[in-house]
């Protein structure tokens, strides 16, 4: 069994009475021939490896290659113990823990890049709060996290992940596409609502570009994940109330493919323009700038 786009995806699902993480699974397994067993231990490892950068963030001193990050997470999980966030606790969580498996990833740590190591913080913030939140089990988690596996492979077979081709809307937003249809079925949503939020996830990101200060994915990168994982909250929540995308997945993912094609190669990873030239930016990059801890 296998799928090359949305709508076929959603044929499947329909005719099979089938969620979008039963048919990745069973594409993984029947028309890749993979072992069910192997299948599964490696996406509960992945998931593993996403708690463990979060635990990291939140406990450990961590300070990037570059020098401009480090430590933000441990702010941010301060203001909201201290019961002074402005989001409330689901999206203070996820934002949270967004922000710090950058710090990882930057630190050189172990992360999952899903889909890329600049938006690797959009999934595991989102699904680690929502099982803190809403108290469930890994094996409900590990099933959205086949969902969301499902819409990346979409992004990556009909356009692509990566900013240098795409710009940051290819990174932050394809993560949050994905994180957006894992969080959807996570909730109860039909299959059609799942790629409703990830449709809704991408346009909502649309045209945001990839400019990253002297070349490190650290900023802006690290509050880009922190929108990404929010994005990703919004848009399901949109869907899941019953509001259907006009735009299904697959034409917005053409769409952001030929944005990400017409965005000048300065916007597109290269640290030629964008956040990356501003003069303050420049400086950091010059000087390693840490900013200092209150």
Known sequence: MNFTNGKQLLEICSEKHIPISQAMFLRETDYLEQDPVEVT?????????MK????????????????????????MNALRKAGKNICGP???????????????????????????????????????AAQEEYNME??????????????????????????????????VGSASAMAAAAMTQLMGGTPSQCLDAASFALINILGLVCDPVGGLVEIPCQNRNAIGASNALVS???????????????????????????????????????????????????????????
């Open 52 to 75: 463990q950068a979060i635990h990291r963030a939140l406990t450990e001193d961590l300070i990037s290659t570059g020098g401009m990050i480090g430590g933000e997470s441990k702010q």
């Open 90 to 128: 689901l999206v203070s969580k996820a934002i949270t823990y967004a922000v710090g498996v950058l710090e990882v990833n930057a630190s050189m740590g172990l992360i999952v890049a899903a889909p890329t190591a600049g938006s690797s913080g959009v999934i595991p913030g989102v699904l680690c």
């Open 236 to 294: 399901a929540e949109i869907a899941l109330s019953g509001i259907q995308s006009v735009v299904p997945i697959d034409e917005a993912i053409e769409v952001m493919y030929r944005v990400g094609r017409s965005l000048p190669v300065t916007l597109r990873e290269t640290s030629q323009g964008g956040t990356a030239m501003a003069p303050s930016a420049c400086h950091a990059c010059q000087t390693r700038w840490k900013k200092p801890k209150s």
């Open 41 to 49: 231990c490696k996406m509960e490892h992945a998931y593993d490896i």
């Open 138 to 171: 890994d094996a409900v988690i590990i099933q959205a996290l086949y969902t969301a596996a499902a819409v990346g492979y979409l992004i990556t077979r009909n356009a692509t992940t990566a900013g240098a081709e795409g710009g940051c809307q290819a990174e």
